[in-house]
């Protein structure tokens, strides 16, 4: 095995220089006051060891990273009839377009945009209210990451939720289609919240290591999904995991991952590593733009593309 921690270290040491690349998203107010150099990388092995390197251990706004503990949630409680709510195809389009979802009669193209994470969050709070679905969605990552410190930031959820006209139409155009069935304002304010988790690099690459060992975390013991749904969570996160992005991320990094408009990047490299990235900057798609380079020299330096060395 190679020097995990050597690789770490001169990734980071190489893209120093670049730190602030990109552009920092400001459409939340709370997330354009966060510096733009920031920079933090984490790997944890399915062996339970952890390599990190720069702001590694700094909390940040997982934002859409939300949308995969989400997922793995629903997928948990409703099993394969959420697929009759969303779909799991690419977009190939920004993550909060409007367009397809009228094409398509409301019905989202997958998990991981925005419009088919409030139809998850909507299908969530069937029998509970929003309070129940926040605190579950807490408890559940804290068990993931075996962290209890990891709270949610109001100030982000606040933010979001005054100046979220975006996702409030989206929401109210799957509303118009009879495709959610709580109030609008319930399922955006879960759905807000969801997105205001605060975590590290280090938090996060922990919370993702059931997805690279087979639905089982190594660290903890916990089975938390069989590892066909492990492999299913896997496929959507490659597919369809950088919006229309995903494609790239695909061909230059090679592994499943889900983006955040934080600039964190959760990626997974099955049977190996947990990795989680964080810069604040993000490129056109909406995804961390020195992240994504870290994680392609990350994938060549390891050979752990998913496509092979
Ligand atoms: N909370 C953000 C939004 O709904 C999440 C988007 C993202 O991270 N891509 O706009």
Same mark, same amino acid.
């Given at each position: 095995?190679? $020097?995990?921690?050597?690789? #770490? +270290?001169?990734?980071?040491?190489?893209? &120093?220089?670049?730190? /602030?690349?990109?552009?920092? =998203?400001?459409?939340?107010?709370?997330?354009?006051?966060?510096?733009?150099?920031?920079?933090?990388?984490?790997?944890?092995?399915?062996?339970?060891?952890?390599?990190?390197?720069?702001?590694?251990?700094?909390?940040?706004?997982?934002?859409?990273?939300?949308?995969?503990?989400?997922?793995?949630?629903?997928?948990?409680?409703?099993?394969?009839?959420?697929?009759?709510?969303?779909?799991?195809?690419?977009?190939?389009?920004?993550?909060?377009?409007?367009?397809?979802?009228?094409?398509?009669?409301?019905?989202?193209?997958?998990?991981?945009?925005?419009?088919?994470?409030?139809?998850?969050?909507?299908?969530?709070?069937?029998?509970?209210?929003?309070?129940?679905?926040?605190?579950?969605?807490?408890?559940?990552?804290?068990?993931?990451?075996? $962290?209890?410190?990891?709270? #949610? +930031?109001?100030?982000?959820?606040?933010? &979001?939720?005054?100046? /979220?006209?975006?996702?409030? =139409?989206?929401?109210?155009?799957?509303?118009?289609?009879?495709?959610?069935?709580?109030?609008?304002?319930?399922?955006?304010?879960?759905?807000?919240?969801?997105?205001?988790?605060?975590?590290?690099?280090?938090?996060?690459?922990?919370?993702?290591?059931?997805?690279?060992?087979?639905?089982?975390?190594?660290?903890?013991?916990?089975?938390?999904?069989?590892?066909?749904?492990?492999?299913?969570?896997?496929?959507?996160?490659?597919?369809?995991?950088?919006?229309?992005?995903?494609?790239?991320?695909?061909?230059?990094?090679?592994?499943?991952?889900?983006?955040?408009?934080?600039?964190?990047?959760?990626?997974?490299?099955?049977?190996?590593?947990?990795?989680?990235?964080?810069?604040?900057?993000?490129?056109?798609?909406?995804?961390?733009?020195?992240?994504?380079?870290?994680?392609?020299?990350?994938?060549?330096?390891?050979?752990?593309?998913?496509? /092979?060395?």
């Amino acid at each position: 095995m190679f $020097d995990l921690q050597a690789i #770490i +270290d001169d990734i980071y040491r190489e893209l &120093e220089p670049q730190r /602030g690349l990109g552009k920092v =998203a400001d459409y939340i107010p709370q997330l354009a006051r966060v510096d733009a150099r920031r920079f933090g990388l984490a790997i944890v092995t399915v062996e339970g060891q952890a390599y990190v390197a720069g702001d590694a251990d700094t909390a940040f706004s997982i934002q859409s990273i939300s949308k995969v503990f989400n997922l793995t949630l629903a997928l948990g409680k409703f099993g394969e009839a959420i697929w009759r709510r969303v779909g799991r195809e690419p977009s190939g389009s920004a993550f909060n377009s409007i367009v397809q979802l009228e094409q398509e009669g409301g019905k989202p193209r997958n998990p991981f945009i925005n419009a088919g994470a409030i139809a998850v969050t909507d299908l969530m709070l069937a029998g509970h209210t929003p309070r129940e679905v926040i605190g579950e969605f807490v408890r559940f990552v804290r068990s993931l990451a075996d $962290d209890e410190t990891i709270v #949610i +930031d109001h100030e982000v959820a606040a933010s &979001e939720a005054a100046t /979220g006209f975006r996702n409030a =139409a989206l929401a109210n155009f799957m509303k118009s289609f009879g495709k959610l069935d709580q109030p609008v304002e319930h399922v955006l304010g879960v759905y807000f919240h969801h997105c205001a988790l605060a975590m590290s690099c280090r938090q996060l690459a922990k919370s993702g290591l059931f997805l690279a060992n087979n639905g089982r975390n190594p660290m903890t013991g916990h089975s938390v999904v069989s590892p066909q749904r492990a492999r299913r969570i896997n496929a959507l996160m490659l597919t369809c995991g950088h919006y229309d992005g995903s494609g790239d991320f695909a061909y230059q990094v090679g592994l499943p991952g889900k983006s955040g408009v934080g600039g964190g990047i959760l990626a997974v490299a099955p049977g190996k590593a947990s990795i989680a990235v964080w810069s604040p900057g993000l490129n056109d798609n909406g995804n961390s733009a020195l992240g994504s380079k870290a994680l392609e020299m990350l994938a060549q330096r390891t050979g752990w593309s998913v496509f /092979g060395s």
